[in-house]
């Protein structure tokens, strides 16, 4: 095939591609590219035909988004009767990071070797995404391999879970086996909203944990309407060398007349400055938002 008949094809093709792209994806793309990395992202609005798919089947590295997956697979334990929400669960000082990494549990107990209600380690886990009390309530749920296919047990793919965040502390490289697929983080979250696995209490609750976090007030949130509520949990890497490997948000957005748009938006390998990343992030939700409300 002659040159420039290949190159006529190529340009066509990706000019068609461009065309059935909706409004609001090709909108996306654009605020996308400010991140200087791989920016994937999925929604779902019950009743609407709202399409913000980038890449929505990719895999990007989820870092502490797996919180979620595990409280609602801890929480369906304790449904089981295995345990309780106000059981003791002992903090061993195995448990601890050295170096130490963000855990507001570590921090008021150094020492471990103490009792925490599994009810608070959850909380911290999901609101405040603190890494200790995620890595016991991982040990007690029978490690990632359980959650990983609890998960898929309620009918969720793309999600895939295999180290605990000790074994990412050790090895940045790690962090890249963990990935969720935005598509599937979306499935995620419209189940826990539509037809929840877990009894009305517990879900109610895991909810508040989700609308009270402190983390990531410039990502889902950053750029919605004051007051908006956002049932969400963010991951985060740190940047490295210039590099970011992972900003990550996953979220409910409660619309005004009640429905809850559904929105996952991960960005990977980031070279633009953190408060950049973030703001890709709130522009994203912010553009989904709109087109949700058309």
């Known amino acids: 095939m002659r040159p420039t008949l290949l190159f006529a094809l190529?340009?066509?093709?990706f000019a068609s591609a461009a065309v059935s792209q909706t409004p609001l994806q090709n909108e996306i793309r654009k605020i996308a590219a400010a991140a200087d990395g791989k920016v994937s992202v999925s929604c779902s609005l019950p009743g609407s035909s709202l399409n913000c798919d980038l890449d929505a089947h990719s895999h990007p590295t989820m870092q502490s988004v797996f919180k979620l997956p595990l409280a609602v697979c801890a929480l369906h334990q304790i449904e089981q009767g295995k345990f309780s929400l106000d059981e003791p669960i002992r903090f061993l000082p195995t448990d601890r990071f050295f170096p130490k990494t963000f855990s507001p549990l570590q921090d008021?107990?150094?020492g471990a070797d103490v009792d925490?209600?599994?009810r608070e380690l959850l909380r911290l886990a999901v609101s405040f995404s603190d890494n200790v009390a995620a890595d016991i309530v991982l040990r007690l749920?029978?490690?990632?391999?359980?959650?990983?296919?609890?998960?898929?047990?309620?009918g969720v793919e793309g999600f895939h879970l295999e180290?605990?965040?000790h074994a990412l502390h050790r090895d940045a490289a790690a962090q890249y086996r963990?990935?969720?697929?935005p598509a599937a983080a979306v499935n995620f979250l419209r189940a826990l909203s539509d037809h929840s696995p877990l009894s009305p209490d517990h879900t109610e609750l895991l909810f508040t944990w989700m609308k009270d976090s402190p983390t990531g007030p410039n990502r889902l949130k950053g750029a919605l309407p004051a007051g908006t509520i956002v049932l969400?949990?963010?991951?985060?890497?740190g940047s490295q060398s210039g590099k970011t490997p992972a900003t990550n948000d996953i979220g409910l957005i409660v619309l005004p007349d009640g429905r809850r748009l559904a929105i996952a938006v991960f960005i990977t390998d980031a070279s633009a400055d953190p408060a950049a990343i973030e703001s890709t992030i709130a522009r994203i939700a912010a553009a989904v938002y709109a087109a949700a409300l058309r």
């Open 178 to 181: 963990n990935w969720f697929e």
């Open 108 to 110: 008021k107990y150094p």
């Open 10 to 13: 190529v340009s066509t093709f």
């Open 116 to 118: 925490v209600p599994l």
């Open 141 to 154: 749920v029978g490690g990632p391999a359980v959650v990983d296919a609890y998960i898929k047990s309620i």
């Open 232 to 237: 969400h949990k963010t991951g985060s890497s």
């Open 163 to 165: 180290d605990g965040e």
